[in-house]
């Protein structure tokens, strides 16, 4: 199993993925729209901040894939309502690698807050995208206070669930039968065992970008803005699937979760699963579901922004 993930190290950047520590958080100006914040353990992580508005906090997914292609292809946007705060995680994009090597979602979480007291942000949005929403769901399950509402972006609460859903899309799509079919369908065994080699089959046939795309050119168009960031560091997608806090269940966890949520799915998005979105129930959630898929960041994104701005007037 380690030897699939070595092999696949940058692949999953394309899965979509505590105590008193303010005065551990050192903030480090670079521009006038980045920073880089020293978090309780020393590790540096890499902050933008631009926009107008209610702070927002964008959660990546990947793992590891970074802030900076949703700068680029819906900033315009984002920051037409909101002041976006985009972090690079710990061991991801522009961030530096975990200091005592815990990527664990707690300690996250526990950054994500170190982020918000070094830049004196009382209460904010989340948002998240793919494999962010695990984290979102860390973080607000730890600090509830300070969390004014949550937008989620085809995001994944149970891995497991999700890599079923990208199994089935696979196996369709790769046309395997028979023995090998039984094989790769057989639930006895750890989804995402069954997974990752169906992801190099996929790259194989050139028919990998169909899980998160209408168009092959979005796909071309995502790698050539992530290409634009040199040193990419790759070590939490490097790491992520061998920590067993990533396959809990966080769907449960959203009865419990007493504020504002849009939840915004595809109908044909098979990272995460066409029906993800089922048994995912928010007391005060909105869900819409929209005919695309993973990233309508690209492929919708007047759909998606008249989605948030009908959302932010109604909820806030």
């Not at 028919?207 to 040199?230: E, G, I, L, P, T």
């Amino acid at each position: 199993m380690n030897i699939i993930f070595r092999q696949l190290r940058k692949l999953v950047v394309f899965l979509f993925l505590i105590g008193n520590t303010h005065s551990n958080a050192l903030a480090q100006n670079l521009a006038t729209d980045s920073l880089r914040i020293t978090v309780s353990d020393s590790t540096e992580l890499y902050v933008t901040i631009r926009g107008e508005g209610i702070p927002c906090l964008y959660i990546h997914g990947g793992p590891g894939v970074g802030s900076y292609w949703m700068e680029q292809l819906y900033g315009d946007v984002l920051e037409k309502y909101f002041k976006m705060i985009y972090l690079d995680q710990r061991g991801s994009g522009r961030s530096g690698s975990a200091t005592t090597g815990d990527y664990s979602p707690g300690r996250m979480a526990q950054d994500f807050d170190e982020v918000r007291q070094a830049l004196g942000i009382k209460s904010w949005i989340t948002f998240s995208h793919s494999f962010g929403g695990l984290l979102q769901m860390e973080h607000v399950q730890r600090y509830p206070a300070t969390v004014r509402a949550m937008m989620m972006v085809a995001p994944t609460l149970n891995l497991n669930d999700s890599a079923e859903g990208m199994i089935d899309f696979a196996v369709k799509e790769l046309s395997i039968n028979g023995e090998a079919q039984k094989e790769y369908l057989d639930t006895s065994k750890y989804p995402i065992d069954r997974l990752m080699p169906l992801f190099i089959k996929m790259r194989e046939q050139d028919v990998f970008w169909k899980a998160y795309y209408a168009d092959k050119q979005s796909y071309a168009r995502m790698d050539s803005v992530m290409s634009q960031v040199s040193s990419h560091n790759y070590e939490f997608s490097s790491r992520a699937f061998n920590i067993a806090e990533y396959y809990h269940n966080y769907k449960p966890m959203a009865l419990n979760i007493d504020m504002p949520v849009l939840l915004y799915f595809g109908r044909t998005d098979y990272a995460v699963g066409p029906n993800h979105y089922k048994g995912i129930d928010f007391p005060k959630g909105t869900l819409h579901l929209w005919d695309g898929g993973h990233v309508p960041f690209m492929e919708g994104k007047q759909e998606l922004e008249e989605t948030i701005t009908h959302w932010l007037a109604t909820t806030h």
